[in-house]
Structures are given as C-alpha cells and as structure tokens.
C-alpha cells in the first residue's frame, strides 16, 4: 500500500470499530500483566475463562504468589503450555513484589525484565495498560500487515518497525487493536473473508488467498 492507501484504510477501520480494545477480561493492569503472559499461543477465550475463577480468588501480586505454583496450575491447565506459564507467572509476582512494590512497571525493560514477557507482550502492556503508541506484532498483525501490504516484513520485529514507521501517528495507539480483530474475525489465515472486507480495494492480496 501506499502512504495515502493507508490513511484510507485507517480511516475505515476507524470508523468501523471506534473504540477497539483487548477481547482480554481484567480490571487492573497486573491482571493484563497475568493475563497477557496466559494468551501466548492460547486464544483470549481460553484464558478469560481460566482466569474468571483465578482472579475470584487470587488477583494480587500478593495472593498469586502465596497460591504457589502448584496450585495456579489447577486454574490455567486448560491452557497451552500452563506448567511453564505457571512457573513464570509466580517468579514475575516475586519481582513485582520485591522490585516494583507489586506495581506493573511502566518501561520496556523493566516489562521485559519479567518471567514470560517478550517485546510482543510489553507492547501489548504499554499499549492497553499506560496508552502508549507501542505495535505488539502477533501472528495476526503479522499476517494482515503483509498480506494488505500495510507493512511488510519476513519477522515480527521488521513488521513492528515498518508499521511504527507507515502508520500515521494519529492512528497509533489504537493500530494494534484494529489490526488483531482485523485479522482474527476478517483477514483470517484460510479463508479470509475478502468479498466482506471493507480494505479489499486498498488490498495487495485480495481475493488471491484460497
């Protein structure tokens, strides 16, 4: 796409879903912290139900840690890869508690800093959580980025840039968003639903995906 291309398609999605946010259920920045470090590999979903009946219990640095491991793991084992989330999820509550005074810290490294949270899911934190214009990059920005050729790349990091770089700044904060639910309900990875989409025309690859 070109720049004036994607404005238009910014433009649309914005119109389209005027305030976007995470499908992700919490009410507080540690429970998207504990949450986010949960959807890798999972879908939103799974972890929301997981974590409805974790947070009526424990939903605190604090009272995650005291759980322990063992425990945490009877309420995320319906989630991939649940015995190393559970792991890091209760190492990342002792360096909130013992380094952060149980607050989720506001800086890339200090996010990145804990157990279990990569680029992908510290742009997701400074994002959501404090409103900064961060790109986290999942395999469905990744796919809707190259596929329309809003911001092509051969690795998440590359597609981070060239979208940070191609994205008016006006549309930043909420680019993140829009471009997952883009890519989850309408540019999907078998079937996208092209003959609906409302960027087909603006598209590099419409109707080309079978």
Request: hydrophobic residues 40%; contains cysteine; charged residues 20%.
């Amino acid at each position: 796409m070109q720049s004036r291309q994607i404005t238009t398609a910014f433009n649309r999605l914005k119109k389209h879903m005027p305030e976007p946010t995470t499908e992700l259920n919490y009410n507080s920045v540690f429970e998207l912290l504990v949450a986010v470090i949960l959807s890798a590999q999972a879908t939103d979903i799974s972890v929301n139900i997981a974590t409805e009946k974790l947070y009526a219990i424990a939903n605190t640095p604090k009272a995650i840690k005291n759980l322990g491991v063992d425990a945490l793991k009877t309420y995320i084992k319906t989630i991939g890869l649940f015995n190393t989330k559970a792991v890091n999820v209760i190492k990342t509550c002792e360096i909130l508690i013992d380094q952060h005074n149980s607050i989720v810290p506001q800086t890339r490294e200090q996010l990145e800093a804990l157990p279990g949270v990569g680029r992908k899911t510290a742009n997701v934190i400074l994002n959501t959580a404090f409103g900064q214009p961060t790109i986290a990059v999942d395999t469905h920005i990744f796919r809707v980025s190259n596929r329309t050729g809003i911001a092509p790349g051969k690795d998440v990091i590359e597609v981070e840039k060239n979208l940070l770089a191609r994205v008016p700044d006006r549309f930043k904060l909420d680019a993140h968003h829009w471009l997952i639910l883009h890519g989850r309900y309408t540019c999907t990875a078998r079937k996208p639903k092209c003959e609906t989409c409302i960027l087909s025309d603006l598209c590099d690859s419409a109707f080309q995906t079978t």
